[in-house]
């Protein structure tokens, strides 16, 4: 029995320095919806698919909350009052927001525009963009 034990609190203990060491989430995009919401499902149908595959989706992974149950630990600058709205946040507090969903043509550049101006992203240049300025 006593070897059950130790192994138990070594494991215990393994399994703490693993998320110690890992980094905590810093940054994600909240999706701010509610039930009956026709730009959400439009959302849904055209970008939540390869929205976590994406550039942009790994460096601020997509938390959704109801419009009508804001959790606690998030601190927003202001009340959100359409749907969907994006809340781009870093440690649980609100740096940036995306009113609306503008359709998949837009909803990128913008995000990567809220990105670029609000945190510390940086995605590697893609061979079109290096062409076209002489790098």
């Known amino acids: 029995m006593g070897g059950l034990m130790f192994?138990?609190?070594?494991?215990?203990?393994l399994v703490s320095a693993v998320m110690l060491a890992s980094p905590a989430l810093?940054?994600?995009?909240?999706?701010?919806?509610q039930t009956g919401c026709a730009?959400?499902?439009?959302?849904n149908e055209e970008i939540a698919p390869a929205y976590?595959?994406?550039?942009?989706?790994?460096?601020?992974?997509?938390?959704?909350?109801?419009?009508?149950?804001?959790?606690?630990?998030l601190s927003i600058?202001?009340?959100?009052?359409?749907?969907p709205?994006?809340?781009?946040?870093?440690?649980?507090r609100?740096?940036?927001?995306?009113e609306?969903?503008?359709?998949?043509?837009?909803?990128w550049p913008l995000l990567e525009q809220l990105l670029r101006s609000h945190t510390d992203y940086a995605p590697a240049k893609t061979p079109t963009e290096t062409q076209g300025n002489g790098s």
Do not use: S
């Open 100 to 107: 609306g969903y503008p359709g998949e043509d837009f909803f």
């Open 26 to 33: 810093a940054v994600e995009l909240v999706m701010v919806e």
């Open 85 to 92: 709205t994006f809340l781009l946040v870093e440690d649980d």
């Open 52 to 73: 976590p595959n994406t550039v942009e989706g790994q460096f601020a992974p997509l938390r959704r909350v109801d419009l009508r149950k804001m959790p606690d630990d």
């Open 7 to 13: 192994r138990a609190k070594l494991f215990a203990g």
């Open 94 to 98: 609100e740096i940036a927001r995306m």
């Open 39 to 43: 730009w959400c499902a439009r959302w």
């Open 77 to 83: 600058a202001r009340r959100v009052t359409f749907t």
